[in-house]
């Protein structure tokens, strides 16, 4: 119960700065990190402390730069445009933003795009190999109301790779599948285990792949 209140809170704040901070039943105020942004974001737009931090920040910075823009929420964005005074870049991809949860949306850098901002699309991957880049696209045709439709192009030769989908039960099947595929290519080739990477979305898999 506390915890769901707590997510409750936190996605509310997120999506609108106005509900920063709440009381519990001893009266003492909770601030999450989550809500230093809010609190920050609900004074530059009620225009509070004119006379303080608020307006020595504004327009302080001639040249912004934000990565990974896609996970910022409406607090953020409010803040990043308060501190910048002339020209701000924002680099991001909008069918990576997956915050949701934390008010991230991918309409908030339409906005920004729709207001006249220039897009410099970075298309060209010089990471994965042609068959990866393959399959990523084959998924991006589907998408709809992207802000860059194009394609991911490959930037030098001589990259492998390949993609497989396998699904599993549980995690820790996962674990013992992933395990076991390593193990069957370093004894069916020159592989080694330290040529080997396992990369997971969520930390909380790291325990299963570890016990493995």
Not at 114 to 123: K, R
Not at 182 to 204: E, F, G, H, P, W
């Amino acid at each position: 119960m506390i915890i769901d209140k707590c997510y409750r809170v936190i996605e509310s704040v997120s999506k609108e700065p106005e509900c920063a901070g709440f009381a519990d039943a001893g009266g003492k105020r909770w601030v999450t990190f989550g809500d230093m942004i809010a609190f920050a974001a609900r004074a530059i737009l009620r225009n509070e402390h004119r006379d303080t931090w608020a307006h020595e920040w504004r327009g302080r910075f001639q040249h912004v730069l934000v990565d990974e823009v896609q996970d910022n929420n409406i607090g953020q964005w409010t803040i990043v445009r308060h501190l910048c005074g002339g020209y701000l870049v924002a680099c991001g991809d909008d069918q990576q933003a997956i915050h949701q949860f934390r008010g991230a949306r991918p309409e908030l850098m339409r906005a920004f795009v729709d207001e006249g901002a220039e897009i410099a699309p970075l298309s060209i991957n010089w990471r994965s190999g042609q068959k990866i880049l393959d399959a990523a696209n084959t998924i991006l045709r589907r998408a709809t109301n992207r802000i860059y439709d194009g394609e991911l192009k490959l930037g030098r030769t001589g990259v492998e790779g390949d993609v497989a989908v396998v699904e599993y039960a549980d995690v820790k099947d996962e674990a013992r599948g992933v395990v076991a595929e390593i193990v069957a290519a370093t004894k069916q080739s020159a592989m080694q285990l330290s040529d080997c990477v396992i990369l997971y979305r969520i930390n909380a898999y790291s325990a299963a792949f570890e016990a493995e």
